[in-house]
């Protein structure tokens, strides 16, 4: 079993960045594929970046590639999602989740942290 608590987000104006963390209870961490998820206002969850349990492997939606950068330090437990060129369509409760494997599909995540905001302002 695993506990996540996610930090950073907040208010930024189009083109800038944020980093959020995910940090992991248990001596488990290193053996948990780790993804982000978002959902805006209306909208279902989506998939936006998930990192295997090594590092060694990332994967993005279409629409954060170039963009987004999911990384992971397993000696601290924690996995960063780092936001560059930040757009108001990024604005979404940000969510990090672990799984066995990594997979695009929310329902596999057993895992969930809060959730954190994000709010992008043109």
């Known amino acids: 079993q695993v506990q996540l608590v996610q930090s950073g987000g907040g208010e930024v104006q189009a083109g800038g960045s944020l980093r959020l963390s995910c940090a992991a209870s248990g001596r488990t961490f290193s053996t948990f594929a780790?993804?982000?998820f978002r959902q805006a206002p209306g909208k279902e969850r989506?998939?936006?970046a998930a990192i295997t349990r090594s590092g060694v492997s990332t994967d993005y939606a279409d629409s954060v590639k170039g963009r987004f950068t999911i990384s992971r330090d397993n000696a601290k437990n924690t996995v960063?999602?780092?936001m560059n060129s930040l757009k108001p369509e990024d604005t979404a409760i940000y969510y990090c989740a672990a799984n066995r494997v990594t997979t695009r599909t929310s329902l596999d995540y057993g895992y969930w942290g809060q959730g954190t905001q994000v709010?992008?302002?043109s």
């Open 80 to 82: 960063y999602l780092q």
């Open 34 to 36: 780790m993804g982000w």
């Open 119 to 121: 709010t992008v302002s």
């Open 46 to 48: 989506e998939f936006v």
